[in-house]
């Protein structure tokens, strides 16, 4: 058996608890253990966070019609539960990523030095340490794409173990 869902959300700071609390229900209720939906449920309220404040064009730009400035305003997460794995895909309208980053050179997280910035910066750095594996694309004049995979483990009795 296998689950995905996909989810279309405003880009607004309080539609990151929805996707996150979606992604748990649907864990628990699968039988995923416990600490992996955690590890996961973390990582894609980083990658949501990310797309809410990096997703689309700043506050205020001018520009076309209006579904183009209603799709800047979105963005698009999908979960898939298949046997033993997890890939969760969050998709923006916004800039993309430097090339620097989509080839896989992620930044340190920040240091303590500057406490304005000790918070800003470190999810792609958080998604990456709790993810198996984690892809970064962009998507040219669309936006980018975090996509990230994990290996589940299972609770006794669980609906989707693999035999």
């Known amino acids: 058996m296998s689950i995905w869902w996909s ?5 607004e700071a309080a539609s990151v608890p929805l996707a996150r609390r979606l992604l748990l229900g ?3 209720t699968a039988g995923v253990d416990p600490d992996i939906s ?3 449920s973390v990582a894609l309220s980083e990658a949501c966070a990310n797309a809410v404040e990096h997703g689309g064009p700043a506050a205020g730009a001018g520009g076309g ?3 183009a400035a209603e ?6 997460v999908t979960a898939y539960l298949d046997g033993d794995c997890c890939r969760i895909e969050v998709t923006d309208s916004g800039p993309g990523f430097p090339a620097a980053t989509v080839a896989g050179h ?4 920040a240091g303590p030095s500057d406490p304005s ?12 340490e709790l993810a198996d594996h984690v892809r970064l694309r962009n998507r040219p004049g669309r936006g980018a794409v975090v996509s990230f995979d994990k290996i589940l483990k299972w609770r006794e009795g669980a609906l989707l173990k693999v035999s």
Do not use: Q, V
């Open 7 to 11: 989810l279309h959300l405003r880009r």
């Open 26 to 28: 649907t864990m628990e």
């Open 38 to 40: 955690f590890d996961l």
């Open 65 to 67: 019609a209006e579904s």
């Open 71 to 76: 799709a800047c305003a979105a963005y698009r």
């Open 106 to 109: 992620r930044p340190p997280p």
């Open 117 to 128: 910035e000790s918070e800003h910066g470190r999810g792609l750095w958080l998604i990456a």
